[in-house]
């Protein structure tokens, strides 16, 4: 996912994509960002910068870290994991794919798959200049990935959206999932 170099969200991202890069999930293994990352904190190397909290922008150790979070969901969706939890920012950020994006926060909202592969996966996070790529390197065992979106994404309002995947593992029909979210119109601007 993309961003605009230097702000200190992006500093928290860094941060977060070194702690993150090497993570190996085995096979029947669940990851949870929050373990992984733990608490946010500026003795950790993390800095204030803006996060959303009941539809405001506030300024939070660690802010910015839902790209992280939205970013390894995205791998994950399309590696084919299993998704245990995740939950989409309350107005649409439009460097997400809509619907298709997990806010985060110490506490909670969290993101959690399930590598339910039989093979280890590892997660590998790189953050550059302009964004995060997050990698999910396993054997193949046949995955194959679909998915559409329903509903067109319309920034600065409130909208719905849809999604659907479907995973396949060879032949077979792994799973058939359709997720939907409502975001919230964004607060005005300043």
């Known amino acids: ?9 992006v500093t928290n991202i ?26 946010r ?4 190397g993390f800095v204030p ?14 802010g910015g870290v839902s790209q992280v979070s939205t970013t390894v969901f995205n791998a994950a969706f399309f590696a084919g994991m299993r998704i245990v939890t ?4 309350e107005f649409w950020i439009s460097r997400y794919p809509p619907g298709r ?3 985060i926060s110490w506490g909670g909202p969290e993101m959690i798959f399930e590598n339910d592969w039989d093979a280890g996966l590892l997660v590998t996070a790189d953050a ?12 193949a065992l046949g995955r194959r990935v679909a998915t559409d979106t329903i509903g067109d994404a319309v920034e ?9 995947r479907r995973v396949w593992a060879g032949d077979r029909l792994k799973r058939d999932e359709r997720f939907t979210w409502t975001y919230k119109a964004p607060p005005p601007p300043e």
């Open 128 to 139: 550059d200049d302009s964004g995060i790529t997050v990698r999910m390197y396993s054997s």
């Open 49 to 62: 910068a803006p996060q959303i909290n009941a539809g405001e922008l506030e300024d939070a150790v660690g």
């Open 86 to 89: 995740h939950m989409p920012h």
């Open 14 to 39: 860094r941060r977060a994509a070194e702690i993150l890069d090497g993570t190996v999930v085995g096979p029947g293994g669940t990851f949870s960002l929050n373990e992984v990352l733990g608490e």
């Open 156 to 164: 600065g309002t409130a909208f719905s959206v849809a999604y659907t």
């Open 101 to 103: 994006e997990a806010t």
């Open 41 to 44: 904190t500026t003795a950790r």
């Open 1 to 9: 996912t993309p961003y605009t170099c230097c702000p200190p969200r």
